[in-house]
């Protein structure tokens, strides 16, 4: 299934008839040969395989950092790759941000730190005004076994300092970032030779397999999808945020990341930024996508509660014929979808909430960041000097389907909010939902944690009308 790409991959551009789903990891090291990028657990969880992916953005070059080893190379068409062999200074002379890794005894093994350094370079890249903890969150896609992270912490603390001691220009950050031999002079031209590159992003074909962010699809059938031809769903209005009439429309292909600095979503949802840091790591948030998360079906996705607590539907499509279904209507059974055979997910699109509405997220996972959920649960509730006049609240992890609780909603509509009201409705979600026990915590332990996050919903949303203390 090969077809023509042509990339940028360092300072060398790349014209290749190859395999769409060839994960860039084996592109990288056994076409190119560069083996600075290592493999770690292929499963987008270690970093060691993270590069930096440069895209024209409305005429703008930006980088994010991606795992390579779940990335097809046939979505970095008319991209710029960046490997750790792609950092370094012609004159072999160490960069300050290689530098502090090295005079902190950052690296030990040294199979990590490519990763390390790509994540903290995209970082520095990509920001003015650096903060450790933004910093931190940056290198969080990243494991290390050998130093202990506290070395790892303190280059990254020195690293901080000293660029925003620099006169790092926002409008020429390349250019300056150049100057200061941070990154080599060839960033210089990648903007104009990507400008000049031909643009060649097909639409969805549904007759194939349609890949969104595939950091999910990668780690499960990675060898299947070379023997089968695939589709991206990165191109056009898939990729946009936009208000339409009374409806916010989120296309298929739009990136975790993406939807998590919308200032069109943080307008609505002010906290909703802050919630889904608690969604995977930045290289996976940087490559999944929403429609991905929600056709996975996975009964604890993330994004998947979070758009059934705001009644989302689904705009589904097939070849141009279109049609609409509600979400809570997507899930039949256990990854069985009501999607017909070449339709894909186009859009998901929600109301906007008025001034009187409030939501929030919850997830409880054995790792509090980069963890899938044992329970999570989302609501979106309107309510009017104390009465509910609409309410959708959400449950994974409960039931062999990302479950919108539905009676227990209908409990809540038209009633005044009182602490008596949130402790009743306790016993109907508990008879909507059938958790099982498996890795992630008994049955028992998923009941008392449903429990625990609808009373934690009133609790930060509600204190005027709730007695914190009862449902504690």
């Not at 190119?32 to 969880?45: F, I």
């Not at 890794?101 to 950052?106: K, L, Q, T, W, Y």
């Amino acid at each position: 299934m090969e077809q023509n790409l042509r990339f940028i991959i360092n300072n060398k551009d790349i014209f290749v008839q190859d395999n769409h789903a060839k994960t860039l990891l084996d592109f990288i090291r056994n076409e190119v040969g560069l083996k600075g990028t290592k493999e770690g657990c292929r499963e987008g969880d270690c970093g060691a395989c993270t590069v930096l992916l440069g895209e024209l953005i409305n005429n703008k070059l930006e980088y994010k950092s991606v795992n390579s080893c779940l990335l097809p190379i046939g979505k970095v068409a008319g991209k710029h790759v960046v490997t750790i062999e792609g950092l370094n200074n012609p004159n072999n002379t160490l960069t300050p941000i290689q530098e502090q890794f090295n005079n902190e005894g950052a690296t030990q093994c040294g199979f990590c730190t490519p990763g390390f350094v790509n994540s903290l370079t995209g970082y520095v890249i990509e920001n003015n005004d650096l903060e450790f903890h933004k910093a931190e969150n940056a290198i969080a896609g990243n494991i290390c076994r050998c130093t202990g992270y506290a070395s790892i912490k303190r280059t990254t603390k020195n690293v901080i300092e000293i660029i925003n001691k620099l006169n790092i220009s926002g409008d020429e950050r390349i250019k300056s970032l150049v100057d200061n031999n941070i990154i080599p002079k060839y960033f210089l031209d990648i903007e104009n030779r990507l400008i000049k590159f031909t643009k060649n992003a097909s639409a969805i074909n549904p007759s194939k397999i349609i890949v969104s962010g595939g950091t999910d699809l990668f780690v499960q059938k990675a060898e299947s999808l070379l023997s089968n031809e695939i589709s991206f769903s990165n191109y056009g209005n898939l990729n946009e945020i936009n208000i339409i009439g009374n409806n916010i429309h989120i296309g298929a292909g739009v990136t975790i990341e993406e939807l998590k600095n919308s200032e069109l979503i943080s307008n609505q949802f002010p906290t909703l930024s802050e919630q889904l840091n608690l969604f995977a790591s930045l290289p996976i948030r940087n490559s999944a996508t929403v429609a991905g998360n929600i056709v996975n079906a996975s009964p604890i996705g993330d994004s998947t509660a979070i758009f059934l607590a705001l009644n989302s539907y689904l705009l589904l499509n097939s070849f141009n014929n279109k049609r609409t279904l509600q979400l809570s209507q997507f899930y039949k059974g256990y990854k069985n979808l009501d999607l017909l055979k070449d339709e894909y997910v186009e859009e998901i699109i929600f109301h906007i909430p008025n001034i009187k509405t409030k939501f929030n997220f919850e997830k409880v996972s054995k790792r509090t960041y980069l963890d899938i959920a044992s329970v999570n649960s989302a609501i979106k509730i309107e309510i009017d000097e104390g009465l509910i006049n609409s309410i959708f609240i959400s449950a994974g992890g409960v039931s062999p389907i990302p479950l919108l609780l539905k009676r227990t909603s209908e409990f809540f509509t038209g009633k005044m909010l009182t602490t008596e009201l949130v402790l009743k409705s306790l016993n109907i979600a508990q008879s909507e939902i059938s958790p099982i026990s498996d890795i992630r915590g008994s049955e028992e332990y998923k009941r008392l944690l449903l429990n625990q996050l609808l009373k934690a919903h009133f609790i930060k949303l509600f204190t005027d009308y709730i007695d914190i203390e009862a449902l504690l």
